[in-house]
């Protein structure tokens, strides 16, 4: 069974305000293009596939026109698309019926009275088990498990074994996510990869925008990544997976299929930090033609100019580039010194970092065990806010 896994398009987004439907039409062709010319057998979409829960009914047109696209570039493959944390489960399920007449599947809400839901037969090729993002809260007890000894008991040609899941897996690698912890990222408690049961033999991840493996020893739990940057501080490159199992009880033979953007997000300078004086200089000096999204990271001592903002707008007004924010962080002072925090580096500080700060201003311990009572706090807050 070959399977082009991707996840986390974030279809409407908007940078800045600036929209993206240029760039997402881009990769969406190119993503196309991928398919016609490998020819897998399934095309997973694991989660996140709007940005909102409330996209525009032009970006909703975006997305199935794509999919009739990818169904005419290889009218045998399997299609199937979970819904993800910033999607809208309900929204999921409406056409579910009719999509079946293209081997579309979608998968919007968990199926408790009926697991078969989740369950899609690939004749001769394997098994997919489609679970949707839902809160572990309203997950069923031993509800993966349950769903692979149900796929074990069918399974009695050997196949393939493929199982999906949007959520955060304890250990990943979650660089690019802005106020991820090893706790939560994107809102999303991570979770014991035991909590995700046994017996697959690929385990489809979405939700975590860099590409990876996540350790297990069996080389076969995977982020695929989003095939386009959300943020700034996804500096890495973007890609989808292809993957291919002969036999259950394989190890997943992968490789990555690089997405191109036509507007990329840069950060100037690339490395470190700049004075507005410099960094002003790099915009200034930024090639014409290049289309591109800008950040600036500024050094300052105490505050910006007040009218930063408006001269680097004005320093782009020729140039395919736009610039977007300037990231500005004050200068390392003495340790005992106490210190104001930019609205950047505010909305950057976990919520314990700013615990411990304020403890050691005021000459109180924040041990260890502070730390995980204050994690725990925090923890029990999001569960009341999300019950409301």
Request: glycine share 4%.
């Amino acid at each position: 069974m070959k399977i082009l896994h991707t996840s986390d398009w974030h279809l409407g987004h908007t940078l800045y305000n600036y929209d993206r439907t240029k760039e997402q039409k881009d990769m969406i062709i190119q993503m196309t293009e991928i398919i016609r010319r490998e020819k897998p057998d399934v095309f997973l979409l694991c989660g996140d596939v709007y940005h909102t829960s409330q996209p525009s009914a032009a970006i909703q047109r975006l997305f199935t026109n794509s999919l009739v696209e990818m169904h005419n570039a290889n009218p045998d493959m399997t299609i199937i698309i979970t819904s993800g944390n910033h999607d809208s489960a309900s929204k999921h399920e409406i056409f579910s019926t009719p999509w079946k007449a293209l081997n579309v599947h979608t998968i919007g809400v968990i199926n408790r009275e009926n697991i078969d839901e989740h369950i899609i037969f690939i004749p001769g090729k394997g098994y997919v088990i489609a679970v949707p993002y839902s809160h572990e809260r309203n997950i069923p007890k031993g509800f993966f498990q349950c769903l692979l000894d149900c796929v074990r008991k069918k399974n009695t040609d050997n196949l393939p074994v493929v199982m999906t899941a949007h959520t955060t897996v304890r250990g990943c690698d979650f660089t690019g996510h802005e106020q991820g912890t090893e706790y939560t990222v994107g809102g999303i408690d991570s979770l014991d990869l035991a909590q995700l049961g046994e017996g697959y033999d690929y385990l489809a991840l979405g939700h975590i925008h860099h590409e990876q493996f996540v350790h297990t020893g069996r080389h076969n739990v995977r982020y695929c990544g989003s095939p386009l940057a959300v943020s700034f501080d996804e500096q890495y490159p973007h890609s989808v997976s292809m993957i291919e199992l002969s036999r259950h009880g394989d190890i997943p033979q992968c490789s990555k299929i690089d997405i191109n953007n036509i507007m990329p997000l840069v950060t100037l300078p690339t490395k470190g930090m700049a004075t507005w004086e410099e960094a002003k200089d790099l915009l200034s000096h930024f090639p014409d033609d290049i289309p591109a999204y800008i950040r600036l990271n500024v050094e300052i001592d105490d505050f910006l100019p007040a009218e930063a903002n408006a001269e680097a707008n004005a320093l782009t007004n020729d140039k395919a580039c736009r610039f977007c924010l300037i990231n500005a962080k004050r200068k390392k002072r003495d340790v005992n010194e106490s210190r104001s925090l930019t609205i950047q580096e505010f909305q950057s500080e976990r919520p314990v970092d700013i615990a411990r700060r304020y403890a050691e201003d005021m000459n109180m311990t924040f041990d260890e065990e502070m730390e995980q009572l204050f994690n725990e706090t925090v923890r029990i807050m999001n569960d009341e806010a999300y019950n409301d």
